[in-house]
C-alpha cells in the first residue's frame, strides 16, 4: 500500500513540475495557429554594415517567412512584420504562397518577384539589431502569427548572422 501512494504521490509531483515547466515557457516557443511562420532571419548581413542604398549591404539581410499548410494558398497582403522597437513592414501587395512555398523579405530597393521569392522593404535601413532582437508576424486581423526571440550569443553559435526557427 505505501509503495502505491509513494508511486501516486511521485507522479503527482512530476504531474506539477512537468506543467511548472510548461507555464513558465517563453513566450517566443509558444506555437500560433498560421499557416505562415517565420522559417529563419539573416538578421546580421555579411560584411560590414552599410545602409546605403548605392553599394550597400541591407539586400543581404532578410527574414524567410513559409507556409506550412499542406494544402492552403496564403495572401501575403496585409500581414505586417515588426521588431522589437516597431519597426514594421506591411504587405502591401499581392503575394501568393502555395502550400510549402516561402518567401524573403530583404531591405533595400528592388522589384518584388513571386517567380524569385522575394519582396523589398523599399527602405535601406537595417530592421534586425545585430546582438539581439525580437521578430513579430501578424495576420492582416491583428492576430500575432509568429514570434521569435534572439541573442547573438544564445542563438547562432556558428556565428553567420543566420538563425532558423521552423525546418
Given at each position: 500500500m505505501r509503495i502505491r501512494h509513494a508511486l501516486a504521490a511521485a507522479a503527482t509531483a512530476a504531474s506539477v513540475i512537468s506543467l511548472g515547466l510548461v507555464a513558465g515557457a517563453p513566450a517566443q516557443a509558444a506555437e500560433y495557429s498560421s499557416a505562415l511562420k517565420i522559417k529563419g532571419v539573416q538578421y546580421d548581413a555579411p560584411g560590414s554594415d552599410s545602409n546605403k542604398c548605392s553599394g550597400g549591404n541591407a539586400a543581404s539581410e532578410y527574414l524567410t517567412i513559409k507556409n506550412y499548410s499542406r494544402t492552403a494558398t496564403v495572401n501575403l497582403k496585409g500581414y505586417v512584420v515588426k521588431d522589437a522597437?516597431?519597426?514594421?513592414?506591411?504587405f502591401k501587395a499581392t503575394h501568393s504562397l502555395q502550400?510549402?512555398?516561402?518567401?524573403?523579405?530583404?531591405?533595400?530597393?528592388g522589384s518584388d518577384s513571386d517567380a524569385k521569392n522575394v519582396v523589398y522593404r523599399q527602405n535601406c535601413n537595417f530592421i534586425w539589431n545585430n546582438d539581439k532582437d525580437s521578430i513579430y508576424l501578424y495576420k492582416p486581423s491583428g492576430a500575432r502569427a509568429d514570434v521569435h526571440s534572439y541573442t547573438k550569443k544564445a542563438n547562432d553559435r556558428d556565428g553567420n548572422g543566420y538563425i532558423n526557427y521552423h525546418g
Open positions: 522597437a516597431g519597426n514594421k513592414f506591411t502550400p510549402g512555398d516561402y518567401i524573403k523579405l530583404r531591405g533595400n530597393r
